[in-house]
């Protein structure tokens, strides 16, 4: 059986690595969603992720608390059960730091996240395995 558990080794807490990410990083858009990514070389951690990911829904967005509070949710798990589309990375020893930023003026549902989520992964997994192989 998959684990499907999120650890806190996933979450992208630096902002020294933040500021990288933004800074050097490609950015790619499936609506509602948009995804920076920066592939990096695999720490030697004891738990080595193939991704660790932060969640960005603007103020500016989403005026309520609670519909951020909410679409964080939606987002997370849509990105805990589909990041298995990311091991390829892991084989190749890279780690890739990803930025999900809400780009909707109003709550999508589930399903539409998950969807947008799911074409970011194998977006995301394709360019990084890609750009190896050169």
């Known amino acids: 059986m998959a684990n ?4 806190k080794s996933e979450k992208l807490c630096s902002k020294i690595e933040i500021e990288r990410l933004y800074a050097q990083g490609t950015s790619l858009i499936a609506y509602p969603l948009r995804a920076v990514y920066l592939a990096v070389p695999a720490d030697e951690s004891s738990h080595p992720v193939p991704a660790r990911f932060l969640i960005s829904i603007p103020k500016k967005r989403i005026r309520h608390a ?3 509070v909410l679409l964080r949710r939606r987002t997370r798990e849509a990105y ?9 990375v892991l084989s190749q020893g890279k780690t890739v730091l990803i930025g999900f930023n809400w780009l909707a003026n109003d709550e999508r549902d589930y399903a539409t996240i998950e969807r947008s989520m799911q074409e970011l992964l194998s977006k995301i997994a394709t360019a990084t395995t890609n750009s190896s192989e050169r």
């Open 4 to 7: 499907f558990k999120l650890y």
């Open 80 to 88: 805990r059960l589909n990041r298995t589309l990311l091991e390829p």
């Open 66 to 68: 609670v519909g951020r």
